[in-house]
């Protein structure tokens, strides 16, 4: 992780040690980088380098990944906190290539929360789960003092299978590789956003969050040669590339003309003064593939719900510093750095 | 899970249904077991009869399991939310008489809370999973603003591997069976307890949370024939020893001269007015053993850190309505019943 943390420099981080914890501590850019850095992965070990950890366990290749849910409000256009939680850590599941199998779930609900609602996250849960064909295996409740919760938190556990032989990670990453966008970005933040300001727009902005493991299975069904599948959730599809660049030490080039951004998410941003290559996505990944490869998987995507409109959108080239440009529309090119503290709190 | 909530009829549940969560529904008693009926398993058909569930992947016979820690105060004599989040998910793998191999950690983490706190936590964790074996293998980190949470929750999931032939569920019981426990009760519940209330004892009470796969992995290594591992968290002694005989639908005798209970420990309950049978432990747990191993698993307890005061404390008879019978040391005899709500909240 050190290298994630010193380089992309265009936007410094205070020298001084942060003493507390803050929201921008848990927005998926650099902050938080810096704080999974140097206190839990220092302290832990663990490998913060990708979405899951594989653990090989009686002859089996297993991954097994975790996230926490605190989405406000509980309920937004397009989904809610059950069905997110499922998605989320299916998805992560997914980006290293495994087959999700199971999936636990952890409850902290706050005293005085509406048994009924409960009920509406738990069967939302329930049929996002069985959609994706996971068990939701094991689960645990704990219920806390008014005040201290925020109606429902939610933290899901997966456990999937790899069942072929690909080395899915950022290592993998080659120069000349070719990187494809599934779809068009920033609807869940702004969905979640707009549901929590009040803000109304025409159409209605609804969250893209969705199981990506259909995809990702019909690039491996197909032998496509993944190199690497990042879901663009915190941080959205920018704080991903320069995750990537910087773990590969390549440098990417996106075409800003490839990327797709709906106009009530633009208006929505504008608005709210936000860049949208920043913003959470549930539902979209990116995979880096050698060129040979990259018409049929475009074509692959293109033929699911999931994907219809993927995208080219970036090249890898050389580079030891994990740089990333953005090839605008006018012509001109801009670097592209992670994000420095959280755009959107708790939009997941 | 419908005879556990219809049984035990000492201590009547109100009919009327429950609108909002309580902290009671947090307290491992029968309003959360009612929760988990209608609201979990009813919809996501979750086994809620064990601690953990096993998986079936490539060849591999694991077993996965989760909680979520909410534990108050965050530090307490004998522990940490940390080193409680990695030995109460290794112990309800040890439960499952599966070897831990693996923990995944989510915190949700209050917006102002010291990062100085924040890494001791972590460092506890770090210090307990290496002396389990266990490796952190991911994690995830999410704000939430001031006032809605409580410094810090952790959620951590585990995989374990079951490398033995044995069937250790409420459904292996036989009448016939002894009930071992690993060694006094009520320690923990009232560490905590007495740190967040300000009690002094003398001495003072430190929680007994501890890792208990080893005492497991002695058993099994010595080919004991478990029928049932229970850790006794939420609930108690008394809560589980009721939970096992409703789901083995037999009755369960038990011995209270043979339960140890120290002084300070029955001093703060007395004062309290609490019943130490029903305050949660994290580092005890029963066993039920065919009655021809009892003497040589009790010997192999005795002799580990972990069970150096287990005792014979009770047997399982026939009987079809799960009822459990407490022997009291003045000679009379009375009905134990699960706990109805919470005694303790945020205890774990």
């Known amino acids: 992780m050190s290298e994630a943390t010193t380089a992309g420099a265009s936007c410094p981080l205070p020298r001084d040690p942060v003493d507390c914890v803050t929201l921008a501590h848990g927005g998926g850019g650099r902050l938080m980088q810096r704080l999974i850095a140097d206190v839990f992965a220092a302290h832990l070990g663990t490998d913060t380098g990708h979405d899951g950890a594989v653990v090989c366990a009686g002859g089996a290749r297993l991954v097994t990944t975790t996230d926490a849910f605190v989405v406000r409000p509980l309920f937004f256009p397009g989904g809610d906190i059950g069905a997110l939680a499922v998605h989320g850590t299916v998805n992560d599941l997914a980006m290293c290539g495994a087959r999700p199998l199971a999936l636990t779930a952890a409850f902290i609900i706050e005293e005085g929360y509406?048994?009924?609602?409960?009920?509406?996250?738990?069967?939302?849960?329930?049929?996002?789960?069985?959609?994706?064909?996971?068990?939701?295996?094991?689960?645990?409740?704990?219920?806390?003092?008014?005040?201290?919760?925020?109606?429902?938190?939610?933290?899901?556990?997966?456990?999937?299978?790899?069942?072929?032989?690909?080395?899915?990670?950022?290592?993998?990453?080659?120069?000349?590789?070719?990187?494809?966008?599934?779809?068009?970005?920033?609807?869940?933040?702004?969905?979640?956003?707009?549901?929590?300001?009040?803000?109304?727009?025409?159409?209605?902005?609804?969250?893209?969050?969705?199981?990506?493991?259909?995809?990702?299975?019909?690039?491996?069904?197909?032998?496509?040669?993944?190199?690497?599948?990042?879901?663009?959730?915190?941080?959205?599809?920018?704080?991903?590339?320069?995750?990537?660049?910087?773990?590969?030490?390549?440098?990417?080039?996106?075409?800003?003309?490839?990327?797709?951004?709906?106009?009530?998410?633009?208006?929505?941003?504008?608005?709210?003064?936000?860049?949208?290559?920043?913003?959470?996505?549930?539902?979209?990944?990116?995979?880096?593939?050698?060129?040979?490869?990259?018409?049929?998987?475009?074509?692959?995507?293109?033929?699911?719900?999931?994907?219809r409109r993927s995208s080219i959108a970036g090249h890898i080239g050389p580079g030891t510093d994990g740089r990333v440009r953005l090839h605008t529309r006018l012509g001109t090119s801009r670097h592209i750095a992670m994000l420095s503290g959280a755009q959107l709190p708790r939009i997941c």
């Open 114 to 307: 509406a048994v009924a609602d409960l009920e509406r996250i738990v069967r939302s849960m329930a049929a996002a789960a069985a959609a994706a064909g996971v068990q939701v295996v094991s689960g645990d409740t704990k219920v806390v003092e008014r005040g201290h919760g925020d109606g429902v938190y939610i933290t899901t556990a997966g456990i999937g299978l790899v069942e072929h032989a690909q080395d899915i990670h950022p290592r993998a990453v080659r120069d000349g590789d070719v990187l494809i966008v599934s779809g068009d970005l920033g609807r869940h933040g702004m969905a979640v956003m707009c549901a929590r300001e009040n803000l109304h727009t025409e159409p209605p902005i609804a969250s893209d969050q969705q199981n990506l493991w259909p995809a990702v299975a019909a690039l491996l069904a197909a032998s496509v040669e993944l190199h690497c599948l990042r879901d663009l959730t915190r941080g959205g599809f920018a704080t991903c590339a320069v995750e990537i660049a910087q773990s590969a030490k390549l440098d990417i080039a996106i075409d800003e003309a490839a990327l797709t951004v709906i106009a009530p998410v633009a208006a929505a941003c504008e608005l709210l003064g936000l860049d949208p290559l920043y913003v959470a996505n549930e539902g979209r990944f990116l995979a880096i593939v050698p060129a040979t490869d990259a018409e049929r998987a475009l074509a692959i995507l293109r033929s699911l719900p999931a994907g």
